[in-house]
């Protein structure tokens, strides 16, 4: 499984980036898909989950209403858009797979990563 994030730059408080990731070498479909972020000097951390067909999402509290993750099982892409951004969601943002059927909040469940792509938000 290969994935490959892109979309993330340089944007100012009160603004939007949509992350997108690519996958390749899978059956897309089968796989529950996150979102994670890693600031300098911290720990990666969750910010979303989207099951297999899409019905089912779930967000990080410091996310949810400004953040949606969504899929495309015919493109086999999984987004992140990013509204109302603040300084603290500057990070370096990856896509993980799953096969799992825990509840997938922790990067230890995922088994796939993509290379990550930079967010930065100025104040």
């Known amino acids: 499984v290969q994935l490959q994030a892109s979309g993330g730059g340089l944007v100012q408080a009160g603004g939007s980036l949509r992350l997108s990731c690519a996958a390749s070498?899978?059956?897309?479909?089968?796989?529950?898909m996150g979102w994670f972020r890693q600031a300098p000097g911290k720990e990666r951390e969750f910010v979303a989950f989207i099951s297999w067909s899409g019905g089912s999402t779930y967000y990080a509290d410091s996310v949810k209403g400004r953040f949606s993750i969504s899929r495309d099982n015919a493109k086999n892409t999984v987004s992140l858009q990013m509204n109302s951004l603040k300084p603290e969601d500057t990070a370096v943002y990856y896509c993980a797979a799953s096969q799992r059927l825990t509840p997938l909040t922790t990067a230890d469940e995922y088994d796939y990563w993509g290379q990550g792509t930079q967010v930065t938000v100025s104040s």
């Open positions: 070498g899978c059956s897309f479909s089968t796989y529950r």
